[in-house]
């Protein structure tokens, strides 16, 4: 395990170079990284209702280096509100600093970079949903985003390290997503250390959102693109295979910790060069039942039924992974095609099972039919048709009702036998 450690933070290394400082113990770097950004900082965070003596230092390290903390302000809810980025807006606008400094999980981080995003260019946070929106503003207006620097406390989205913000209408419970180049933080921190004071179900959910991240990238690679993705995810895989059931039976596990944190920072690498899809796109509808995370967890092995005709090398692979802690039969990497695919998708269900995550939407308190179909239809907004896009097998908005209904069917009932195979695939 430590030389995949090893591996794993020459390829972050790599990736962020340094303008991102990771590992355990590495708080208190905070305000030398934060020196490169300016003098008069906005501090967003909540952390000082769980963890005081780490917010203690936080400022002190930011002291030191001359910096003013202007703050801090409250953090975002879960699912990243829209009326809290809202709320974050304002403060930015009102606090006339030049930089932001985020201490946050994965919303927090996300409600932060959209909230600069309004408070700098103005207009409805609707108006950024898509792609390249941000950089097409910033183009027309000739304004400049301050750069925010964000501080992850959850092992998970690794929204510190992308160019992603999952913002959501708790109103229609459906999230969309702003994807540009220019919310990208421009330093980032991680210490693992901080993820000792997360509830333990948080821990997990990220987990797995780390884990739908490699695996989305991974079905979804392209042969121009497969070598490098491979590299990354492999070693994500991995990671947070061996680890997940450690962390369980021992929440102290700084080894665990920070192997998955490792994991899911490889996640947001491998979400920057590909991208995730169907899972992804589907979890965006369901916010008010389920946790992100278990939302992916759910629906992954059922996308790797439908995808599985385009994917079989990576099925190999992760079927070896899966055998090497005990999730999969040894053999299974001889099996082909859909008897292939139902293997691994067996033994994504088995680890699901071991920590206690649903395998069906029938097995979630308050999930509906109508959850079903708002999936359907957001699948269908133009906001979101990159996910589609970024399939091994994609699907036009008119073959959604075909052949995402039964993979949504089938997720339902726990049934892979009524998921369809596209044809000519």
């Known amino acids: 395990m430590g030389k995949l450690k090893e591996r794993a933070r020459q390829l972050i290394k790599a990736f ?25 900082t906005l501090l967003i965070t909540n952390l000082g209702q769980r963890s005081p003596e780490d917010l203690s230092l936080i400022v002190d390290s930011l002291n030191k280096q ?102 959501t209408d708790l109103q229609t419970s459906q999230k969309k997503l702003i994807v540009d180049e220019a919310i ?3 330093k980032a921190l991680f210490d693992y250390r901080l993820t000792f004071s997360a509830p333990l179900a948080l821990t997990l959910d990220g987990a797995f959102d780390g884990l739908a991240h490699c695996l989305e990238v991974f079905y979804g ?21 061996a680890n997940l059931p450690k962390v369980l039976a021992d929440q102290e596990d700084i080894k665990s910790r920070e192997a998955i944190g490792l994991g899911t920072d490889l996640g947001g690498y491998a979400i920057m060069i590909g991208g995730t899809n169907g899972p992804h796109l589907n979890s965006f509808s369901l916010v008010d039942v389920l946790s992100h995370g278990r939302a992916c967890a759910i629906l ?30 040894a053999h299974a990497s001889k099996l082909k095609g859909r008897a292939l695919a139902e293997a691994v ?24 039919q109508a959850h079903i179909e708002r999936a ?45 195979t596209v044809k000519g695939h």
């Open 221 to 241: 690679a392209s042969s121009v693109n497969f070598k490098k993705i491979r590299e990354i995810v492999e070693v994500g895989i991995e990671l947070l295979v």
């Open 184 to 186: 990208i933080p421009p």
């Open 16 to 40: 962020k170079g340094n303008d991102y400082i990771f590992g355990p113990d590495c708080l208190d770097k905070i305000g030398y990284l934060a020196s490169f950004l300016g003098k008069r």
């Open 66 to 167: 001359g910096i003013e903390v202007m703050g801090p302000v409250p953090s975002a809810r879960p699912n990243a509100p829209r009326e809290d980025v809202l709320r974050l807006a304002e403060a930015v606008r009102s606090s006339g600093v030049d930089n932001l400094i985020v201490v946050a999980g994965g919303s927090g981080i996300d409600a932060a970079k959209a909230a600069l995003v309004l408070a700098t260019l103005g207009g409805e946070v609707e108006h950024y949903f898509g792609v390249g929106k941000v950089t097409e503003e910033i183009a027309k207006t000739g304004k400049k985003l301050i750069p925010l620097m964000a501080v992850q406390t959850a092992a998970g989205s690794a929204a510190h390290l992308t160019k992603y913000s999952n913002i």
């Open 345 to 368: 998708a067996e033994a994504m269900w088995k680890m699901a099972r071991k920590v206690t995550f649903p395998i069906s939407f029938q097995e979630v308190n308050g999930f509906e």
């Open 376 to 420: 359907l239809i957001a699948a269908k907004n133009p906001q979101l048709e990159m996910k589609l896009k970024n399939m091994p097998i994609p699907l036009s908005k008119e073959m959604i009702d075909n052949y995402m209904r039964p993979i949504l069917e089938a997720a339902y009932r726990g049934d892979f036998s009524i998921i369809r």
């Open 300 to 329: 992954v092995p059922y996308y790797t039924i439908f995808f599985f005709p385009a994917i079989q090398p990576q099925l190999k692979i992760l079927s070896q992974i899966f055998a090497k802690y005990g999730f999969i039969d």
